[in-house]
């Protein structure tokens, strides 16, 4: 077997936001791949030099893709190497984990239809993991390093280094922003890849809100509009890929809101399945208390907060709270429906910092109309329904001042349906 080997083909200076980098570009025997080393001062000594060894991703690194934290992994450690004043990232040519951009699209699209980051590469006939760590320490030890501080959260790596006598004297977490898009494959690296990360902490970071938590708004809808044939019964609409991504919104939340309507007609969960992640707090706008003893949200997951106004029925009540449930009451407003300012000051104040809002039409319509929406993720199906539409009388209830509008809309198509979000602007708002 051919030993392998690395040649140092060129230097030259290269400039960045972080400072200014030597870059070596380097070739071997083992594959046609031109891996790189961006060094920072003069590293080469008896100390632990802090390394970062960077598997490439086109689509992170250069695209700002969200689905995984690669690009921002890419940034930090620049940042984190700059701010230590000398250290070394290597720039190892090994996407999808060295399965290749190709296949790693292929699974991509795997994942988009239920599976995690690990069963799509191996549906693939691939390994959960195909990375190879040789060449990067025959590089380190052209460069003159043998022990290093090690930027990373895998294991694996720190393994596959010390195995080729690269010593890590210690390992420096490299943490970065979750965001909606990727905390269910972040889980995913911890739970199935033993990634040093602490799960409480893999959840989007939402902008403040002054006494009141962020609010996602998230509904499917048909081609004109409808979210149900009629009031009162359930018609799924979504297809199975659009459906893992409303479970990951409720992952990232900490509650989930819905109207008494919806839990009339579906008698939903409101948990997390189709993806890992922990349960958000089910809350339900529930007016005049008409939330039945036999509803699964309390036979399953977390018991529901129920917003009534104060003049609810003392024996529901009590009935209600007997199986497990909390019953606010709160004053309603001018149409004498709980009033929402209200709600959400409890919910603040009980530690809720992001909420997502699923339905039904009367309650999407409200959040709206008091523009208490942030973002806005609204899943369009390719039918035709002809029955309730999820946004009522929005116009006559602002009289065209407030208006919303998508601020940085993105697109993506899951399975047949479209998915539309953004953060919502209100226009022509005094």
Known sequence: MTEITVQRMTATRLPTNEGVFTLYLYHNNQDDKEHLALVLGEPASDEPVLVRVHSECLTGDVLGSRRCDCGSQLQRALQLIAANGHGVLLYMRQEGRGIGLLEKLRAYDLQDKGLDTVDANLALGHGADERDYTIAALILRDLGIHRIQLLTNNPAKIEGLQALEIEVTHRQPLTTAVNS???????????RMRHLLNLDELRPTWPPRNGRPYITLSYAQSLDGSITIQRGRATPISGPETLRLTHQLRASHDAILVGIGTVLADDPRLTVRLVPGPDPQPVVLDTHLRFPPSARLLQSGRAPWIAAKDTADPGQL?????????????PVDEMGLVSLPALLGRLKDQGVNSLMVEGGARVITNFLAHHLVDRLVVT?????LGGLNAV???GQRLNGHGLPHLRNPEYQWLGQDMVLSGDVEWENCC
């Open 181 to 191: 898009d990727n905390a269910g494959y972040l889980h995913t690296k911890v739970v």
């Open 318 to 330: 009590a009935s209600l709270r007997a199986k497990g449930a909390t019953i606010w009451s709160l």
């Open 380 to 384: 369009v199906s390719p039918r035709l």
């Open 392 to 394: 009522e009388n929005l």
